[in-house]
């Protein structure tokens, strides 16, 4: 899970050039002055760049906070992963 939050903290610091440190697991919308909705749209395109991945309406609307953000990659990968199995 840290690994995760890394690269999380690393997509934060390219949208909203903030400190990557001062995202945490419990860092909510309200905590980051930039992330409006229009800021949700630049973090979803930092995050599809840094884990290399597309995400869903729906799964850009369950995004409401860091512990979310981090839920839906890791079952994106986890779907990713799989699918590279079969």
């Known amino acids: 899970m840290q690994e995760l939050l890394t690269k ?3 997509a934060f610091q390219s949208a909203f050039s903030i400190d ?3 995202i945490t ?4 919308p309200e905590d ?3 992330w ?3 800021g949700h749209v630049t ?3 930092s995050l599809e760049r840094e884990f290399g991945l597309t995400f869903d309406v729906d799964e850009l609307m369950e995004m409401e906070n860091v512990r979310e ?4 990659v890791e079952r994106k990968l986890e779907k990713v ?4 199995v079969q």
């Open 8 to 10: 999380v903290q690393t």
């Open 20 to 22: 990557p440190q001062s």
């Open 25 to 28: 697991i419990d860092t909510q």
């Open 32 to 34: 980051v002055s930039a």
């Open 36 to 38: 409006d909705s229009m």
């Open 43 to 45: 973090l979803a395109s």
């Open 69 to 72: 953000i981090c839920r839906v």
């Open 81 to 84: 992963a799989g699918a590279r």
